[in-house]
């Protein structure tokens, strides 16, 4: 089992930046790949970015290259998201998972993320 805390979420101005954290802990491998998603209100959860846990690839969606940075400090098993540039189309909740196997395994309880116009 992996739990994932994520924290940093809140309300801030179009063209401002937020960084959101989110800690692993539990039962955790080299293998493993750990992503942010979010889901705005009356849409499907979307991928944003990832990671490799040794933090050497990462991949971002379209929608946020070059605003959104995914980053991770091995030493506090950590992964944060770096969110520059920020648009009123990027509020949502945001969700930390990890990829165990072939798809995300596990979740965070989200972190809401408000970007007023």
């Known amino acids: 089992q992996v739990q994932l805390v994520e924290s940093g979420g809140g309300l801030v101005q179009a063209g401002g930046s937020l960084r959101l954290s989110c800690a692993a802990s539990g039962r955790t491998s080299s293998n493993y790949r750990m992503g942010w998603f979010r889901q705005a209100p009356g849409k499907e959860r979307a991928f944003v970015a990832s990671?490799?846990?040794?933090?050497?690839?990462?991949t971002y969606a379209d929608s946020v290259k070059g605003r959104f940075t995914i980053s991770k400090d091995n030493a506090k098993n950590t992964v944060y998201l770096q969110m520059n540039s920020l648009k009123p189309e990027d509020t949502a909740v945001y969700y930390c998972?990890?990829?165990?196997?072939?798809?995300?395994?596990?979740w965070g309880q989200g972190t809401q993320v408000t970007v007023s116009s």
């Open positions: 998972a990890v990829r165990a196997s072939g798809t995300y395994d596990y």
């Open positions: 990671i490799t846990w040794s933090g050497a690839s990462r």
